[in-house]
């Protein structure tokens, strides 16, 4: 969906690639309360800040959570938005109000189907989903994902084997 698409810009019909790359809490980075995430636009960083509030009211008004995954959504789909109607200026960042993340949510959620069909983050492979290279997801809550030393590239997390 909006975790990795193609866009073309309003104003010099280029085309775009836009890929997420993480979501941040801002309070430990620029001391926001706010939740970033970021987008890679041919390259270039583009961030697209989410109040924290809006976490709040959308579990108040639909009884239900922003995820990980939901909340790239969101952004990517906003993002897309800016591009086509002509917003995007080259701004490095962008910041949502509350309305604007509780209607995003809404759309993407529609778009889906149910929040259980949004894909999987991090995109390790386009063919392949997180929870199935690692046998589960890290928010799972059942522990931490390790780091196994002996595997061939060690940056990538393992389930710990104990």
Known sequence: MY???KVTDRWTSEE???SWKGT???IATRHAD???????VNGRAVWIALPNIAWVEHKR??????TDYLAAQIAGRYLKSLVESGY??????YTMTVDEVL???EAVVREA???AKLPSLPIINEDVQAERQLGRLPGDNQGPIFVDPSHPTSNFPTVDPH
């Open 3 to 5: 975790e990795d698409f």
């Open 24 to 26: 941040i809490v801002a």
């Open 88 to 93: 995007d200026n080259g701004r490095e960042m």
């Open 113 to 115: 189907g149910h929040t």
């Open 103 to 105: 209607e995003q949510a």
């Open 16 to 18: 775009l690639h836009c």
């Open 34 to 40: 706010a939740t970033d995430v970021r987008f890679a």
């Open 61 to 66: 008004k639909t009884d239900k959570v922003i």
